[in-house]
Nanobody
């Protein structure tokens, strides 16, 4: 099993920045992909960013140029740097991890952290 604990959410004005962190513990050696999803009220949970253990990244079109995902394997931590935030970025953000052999992180989930962007 792998446990994921997120931190860093909060309230910010439009144009501001936040950095989310997710620390993984447990059987870290079993996972490859780590990433962030978000879910706004009444909407589905969507993948925002993903990073593989080798460093390859994916960013959703809606956040390209504004968000950056990074990973510190020594600290078992993945980060989501969010700049130029917009009200439409408001959502609960979930950290996720995927087992080796998978490119999309869907096997383990954090509890979620709220990000609210005011206009």
């Amino acid at each position: 099993q792998v446990q994921l604990v997120e931190s860093g959410g909060g309230l910010v004005q439009a144009g501001g920045s936040l950095r989310l962190s997710c620390v993984a513990s447990g059987k870290i050696f079993t996972i490859n992909a780590m990433g962030w999803y978000r879910q706004a009220p009444g909407k589905q949970r969507d993948l925002v960013a993903r990073i593989l253990s080798g460093g390859s990244t994916y960013l959703a079109d809606s956040v390209k140029g504004r968000f950056t995902i990074s990973r510190d394997n020594a600290k078992n931590t993945v980060y989501l740097q969010m700049n130029m935030l917009k009200p439409e970025d408001t959502a609960v953000y979930y950290c996720a991890a995927g087992l080796r052999g998978k490119l999309v992180p869907t096997d383990y989930w954090g509890q979620g952290t709220q990000v609210t962007v005011s206009s």
